[in-house]
């Protein structure tokens, strides 16, 4: 196949990575564990995480659930956690132990979180105690069979940690009430697996790593089977790339992304591969806060997306922000706005590196060379051992510049969805090319760059919302006759939720909807504008809502009801 790309790859990257220097992404974790063991790991409400601490952490958690919990290998454990310290200890003792990592959002409402641990299958779960009473609604009708809980201090010093939990429980009251009978604490966890041993596991390329959910580009929330493999390669590819840029051991990232998104799991590890401090940031939208971060932290990189960088530049005090030692920041998840890219390497001095991917393929395969100048407006080129390719609705390649799907193959793309063979199928050919959804170009060097999304998903500050799933809980309400729900542009979270609405019940009103909307959806999900009609929506001749016909005639900006974000 002919990569015309590599002829763009920046000095010292190389056109392919030797998936086989590791076995699994358990063995790289210990590897690097062992040869960065005096050096901080993490770093979370001023508390730093060293390898060592993170391996001995990470091991008695393994070995409790290898011993107290009796899970066995392949058994899947859901992670319900924003970023605190606890977060990598979990993900390493599950990876450890020989099981399977599920990704969960915290903010989850009982239907989306029942529907994940019973598609996944999940048997244990570790959840923060803000968010276990959402987990008690729903567990009685899910395999879960073991409870780890914790609270947001747990890993910090005593006095601190005592501080800090008596504040999120009786000052700030961020813990609702909840009941989870034979529920065990995070720190019980470690004091008892300390005194047991953990059982190696040895694992290969084609064992499963992660479930990582996801609409996929069918628009059905399903699991993408992440395998060591899959992780190994991209860690490796991504590590790759900016190893020109990143000396080992002696930088600072700060990731203000939840590390159950996908962007910012596998970046924080390519990360991690490197020696490289990780600064985790729970509650990225508390800028003061965020800012204090940055102040102590003085990051050598950054990985955010454009909502993230937009609301730094405009948020007060960002502008005292030391960024003297910043090399590399990184854009994903979302398309970057010119604006944002200009305003942030005149206020930095530094480009926004942007890069394209998504869950099925763990997820970076396109990204641009960390060495621009400038932001280029396009996805970059694909990375080593990636091919990458634009094809006909035939599967056909298209010549240069011509409109077409975006295709990709490589050691990073999934196994499949997890018990969804015909979905599979769908996307994933037998001779490893998987179809995107995604529509685009490549010129004649092989740059790459987004034109359109070939299925209806909107994307919320880097977040993918399906519209089927809104409109089935917008339908749920007695006052809906029927709903379409599309994206319109945003200019702070790059697309906004609509819903366009004929109602059964003339006295439904938008506040009343938006209620609604609340109690079954996440906070990003929620339309942000509503528009009642009173004649039927436009229908094909089967009579499928004709999505596109309501883009078309939405206006061009949105003007949202609140704030759209993650939460």
Same mark, same amino acid.
């Given at each position: 196949?002919?990569?015309?790309?590599?002829?763009?790859?920046?000095?010292?990257?190389?056109?392919?990575?030797?998936?086989?220097?590791?076995?699994?992404?358990?063995?790289?974790?210990?590897?690097?564990?062992?040869?960065?063991?005096?050096?901080?790991?993490?770093?979370?409400?001023?508390?730093?995480?060293?390898?060592?601490?993170?391996?001995?952490?990470?091991?008695?958690?393994?070995?409790?659930?290898?011993?107290?919990?009796?899970?066995?290998?392949?058994?899947?454990?859901?992670?319900?956690?924003?970023?605190?310290?606890?977060?990598?200890?979990?993900?390493?003792?599950?990876?450890?132990?020989?099981?399977? =990592?599920?990704?969960?959002?915290?903010?989850?409402?009982?239907?989306?979180?029942?529907?994940?641990?019973?598609?996944?299958?999940?048997?244990?779960?570790?959840?923060?105690?803000?968010?276990?009473?959402?987990?008690?609604?729903?567990?009685?009708?899910?395999?879960?069979?073991?409870?780890?809980?914790?609270?947001?201090?747990?890993?910090?010093?005593?006095?601190?940690?005592?501080?800090?939990? !008596?504040? =999120?429980?009786?000052?700030?009251?961020?813990?609702?009430?909840?009941?989870?009978?034979?529920? =065990?604490?995070?720190?019980?966890?470690?004091?008892?697996?300390?005194?047991?041993?953990?059982?190696?596991? !040895?694992?290969?390329?084609?064992?499963?790593?992660?479930?990582?959910?996801?609409?996929?580009?069918?628009?059905?929330?399903?699991?993408?089977?992440?395998?060591?493999?899959?992780?190994?390669?991209?860690?490796?590819?991504?590590?790759?790339?900016?190893?020109?840029?990143?000396?080992?051991?002696?930088?600072?990232?700060?990731?203000?992304?939840?590390?159950?998104?996908?962007?910012?799991?596998?970046?924080?590890?390519?990360?991690?591969?490197?020696?490289?401090?990780? =600064?985790?940031?729970?509650?990225?939208?508390?800028?003061?806060?965020?800012?204090?971060?940055?102040?102590?932290?003085?990051?050598?990189?950054?990985?955010?997306?454009?909502?993230?960088?937009?609301?730094?530049?405009?948020?007060?005090?960002?502008?005292?922000?030391?960024?003297?030692?910043?090399?590399?920041?990184?854009?994903?998840?979302?398309?970057?706005?010119?604006?944002?890219?200009?305003?942030?390497?005149?206020?930095?001095?530094?480009?926004?590196?942007?890069?394209?991917?998504?869950?099925?393929?763990?997820?970076?395969?396109?990204?641009?060379?960390?060495?621009?100048?400038?932001?280029?407006?396009?996805?970059?080129?694909?990375?080593?051992?990636?091919?990458?390719?634009?094809? *006909?609705?035939?599967?056909?390649?298209?010549?240069?510049?011509?409109?077409?799907?975006?295709?990709?193959?490589?050691?990073?793309?999934?196994?499949?969805?997890?018990?969804?063979?015909?979905?599979?199928?769908?996307?994933?050919?037998?001779?490893?090319?998987?179809?995107?959804?995604?529509?685009?170009?490549?010129?004649?060097?092989?740059?790459?760059?987004?034109? *359109?999304?070939?299925?209806?998903?909107?994307?919320?500050?880097?977040?993918?919302?399906?519209?089927?799933?809104?409109?089935?809980?917008?339908?749920?309400?007695?006052?809906?006759?029927?709903?379409?729900?599309?994206?319109?542009? *945003?200019?702070?979270?790059?697309?906004?939720?609509?819903?366009?609405?004929?109602?059964? *019940?003339?006295?439904?009103?938008?506040?009343?909807?938006?209620?609604?909307?609340?109690?079954?959806?996440?906070?990003?999900?929620?339309?942000?504008?509503?528009?009642?009609?009173?004649?039927?929506?436009?229908?094909?001749?089967?009579?499928?809502?004709?999505?596109?016909?309501?883009?078309?005639?939405?206006?061009?900006?949105?003007?949202?009801?609140?704030?759209?974000?993650?939460?």
């Amino acid at each position: 196949m002919n990569r015309p790309w590599l002829s763009q790859y920046p000095p010292g990257v190389p056109a392919q990575i030797d998936i086989d220097a590791c076995a699994s992404l358990k063995d790289m974790l210990a590897d690097r564990c062992a040869r960065f063991a005096d050096l901080p790991a993490y770093s979370s409400m001023g508390t730093s995480m060293s390898f060592r601490q993170l391996d001995e952490a990470s091991l008695a958690f393994a070995a409790w659930l290898q011993k107290e919990a009796g899970l066995v290998r392949g058994d899947r454990v859901a992670l319900m956690l924003p970023n605190l310290l606890q977060y990598p200890v979990a993900l390493f003792g599950v990876l450890r132990a020989g099981l399977v =990592v599920v990704n969960v959002n915290p903010l989850y409402t009982p239907r989306e979180l029942r529907h994940q641990l019973k598609d996944s299958g999940a048997v244990a779960v570790v959840v923060l105690e803000n968010f276990a009473h959402t987990l008690a609604e729903v567990i009685g009708s899910t395999p879960v069979r073991t409870v780890i809980t914790t609270q947001v201090g747990d890993l910090l010093p005593p006095v601190k940690r005592w501080l800090t939990n !008596a504040v =999120v429980k009786h000052v700030k009251k961020l813990v609702p009430p909840w009941r989870l009978s034979a529920a =065990v604490g995070f720190r019980q966890v470690l004091a008892t697996g300390r005194a047991r041993t953990c059982d190696e596991v !040895a694992l290969g390329h084609d064992d499963l790593a992660f479930l990582q959910y996801t609409g996929g580009t069918t628009g059905v929330a399903k699991g993408a089977m992440l395998s060591h493999g899959n992780m190994v390669a991209n860690v490796l590819q991504v590590a790759a790339w900016i190893g020109p840029g990143m000396k080992d051991g002696a930088e600072t990232l700060v990731i203000p992304l939840p590390l159950y998104h996908v962007f910012a799991l596998t970046g924080a590890l390519s990360f991690f591969s490197t020696g490289t401090q990780t =600064v985790l940031v729970a509650n990225p939208r508390d800028l003061p806060a965020f800012i204090q971060v940055l102040k102590a932290s003085r990051p050598s990189a950054i990985i955010g997306v454009n909502t993230l960088f937009r609301a730094l530049l405009d948020a007060p005090g960002f502008a005292e922000v030391d960024l003297g030692r910043l090399k590399l920041a990184v854009a994903g998840g979302m398309a970057v706005q010119q604006t944002v890219a200009h305003r942030w390497k005149q206020a930095t001095g530094v480009p926004l590196v942007e890069g394209y991917g998504l869950t099925e393929c763990a997820p970076v395969v396109i990204a641009n060379p960390i060495d621009i100048a400038e932001w280029s407006g396009g996805i970059g080129v694909p990375l080593p051992s990636t091919d990458a390719a634009i094809v *006909d609705s035939d599967g056909r390649s298209l010549p240069p510049g011509e409109v077409g799907e975006i295709v990709l193959r490589g050691p990073q793309v999934m196994k499949g969805y997890w018990s969804r063979p015909e979905d599979t199928a769908q996307v994933l050919h037998a001779d490893g090319w998987l179809r995107t959804g995604d529509m685009g170009t490549m010129d004649e060097r092989g740059s790459f760059r987004l034109t *359109d999304r070939k299925k209806d998903m909107i994307v919320v500050s880097g977040f993918k919302v399906f519209p089927n799933e809104v409109e089935d809980a917008l339908a749920l309400h007695p006052g809906v006759l029927e709903a379409a729900v599309i994206g319109v542009p *945003d200019e702070r979270a790059g697309e906004a939720v609509k819903a366009v609405v004929v109602r059964r *019940d003339p006295a439904l009103t938008e506040v009343d909807l938006l209620a609604h909307a609340k109690l079954h959806l996440t906070g990003y999900k929620v339309p942000r504008v509503i528009e009642f009609r009173s004649e039927p929506l436009p229908k094909s001749n089967i009579g499928k809502v004709l999505r596109r016909e309501l883009r078309d005639a939405a206006p061009p900006q949105a003007e949202p009801q609140a704030p759209a974000g993650p939460g």
